[in-house]
Nanobody
Framework: EVRPVESGGGSVHPGGSLKLSCAAS????????IGWFRQAPGKEREGVSC????????YIADSVKGRFTISSDNIKATVYLEMNSLKPEDTAVYYC??????????????????????WGQGTQVTVSS
C-alpha cells in the first residue's frame, strides 16, 4: 500500500515561495489521485489542489489560482505543490491525501470530503512578516 508523506513546509515572509512535496512511501502514485489540503487554526479543512494520474487532470482552488501549481516527477513518485506570492492567510498545516478513486479529481472538480484512503502527517506553512 502506498502512503503519502509530506515535506517542505517552513516559515516565509509575505510574497515568498515554498515548494511542498508529497512522496509515495512504498511505491509510486501511478493510478492514484492525490489531493492537497490545508487547515488553519479554528478553520475547516480546505481543498487546495488535486491531480488525477488516471486521466491526466488536475484542479486548483480559486483561492490559490495563479499562485499555486501542482505537478509531479516523471515516475509519479512525488507530487509537488509549488506556492508563490504567499500571503499570511496561506498559513496552515498542509496535508496530502491519496486514493485510487477515479472520481475524486477532474479539471473542474475536487472531492474534499473525508473518504480519501490515506493521509499524510501534515507539514506546517507559516507566512508572516
Amino acid at each position: 500500500e502506498v502512503r503519502p508523506v509530506e515535506s517542505g513546509g517552513g516559515s516565509v515572509h509575505p510574497g515568498g515561495s515554498l515548494k511542498l512535496s508529497c512522496a509515495a512511501s512504498g511505491g509510486t502514485f501511478d493510478f492514484y489521485t492525490i489531493g492537497w489540503f490545508r487547515q488553519a487554526p479554528g478553520k475547516e479543512r480546505e481543498g487546495v489542489s488535486c491531480i488525477n494520474f488516471r486521466e491526466d487532470s488536475s484542479y486548483i482552488a480559486d483561492s490559490v489560482k495563479g499562485r499555486f501549481t501542482i505537478s509531479s516527477d516523471n515516475i509519479k513518485a512525488t507530487v509537488y505543490l509549488e506556492m508563490n506570492s504567499l500571503k499570511p492567510e496561506d498559513t496552515a498545516v498542509y496535508y496530502c491525501a491519496a486514493d485510487r478513486a477515479e472520481t475524486f479529481c477532474h479539471n473542474d472538480y475536487f472531492y474534499t470530503g473525508s473518504k480519501w484512503d490515506d493521509w499524510g502527517q501534515g507539514t506546517q506553512v507559516t507566512v508572516s512578516s
